[in-house]
């Protein structure tokens, strides 16, 4: 009785442990990826408004 109830109990500590890691490394991965993805987005923004820089310029007679 004595030794199940500590078998028990050690699973329930390892089942908490691992929902609670499971959990951490889903919200920081998932947090990466947005930050990712946001910075994605800004790196593309940025090359358009260079190539519409240089477009303009071009127009103007203005060689990069």
Do not use: P, W
């Amino acid at each position: 009785m004595h030794k199940t109830e500590r078998v028990s109990n050690e699973i329930i500590e390892y089942s908490i442990f691992s929902i609670t890691y499971c959990t951490i490394v889903r919200s920081t991965e998932n947090e990466f990826r947005f930050n990712h993805h946001i910075y994605r987005n800004n790196v593309t923004d940025y090359q358009n408004m260079a190539q519409q820089a240089r477009l303009m310029d071009a127009e103007h007679g203005y060689v990069h």
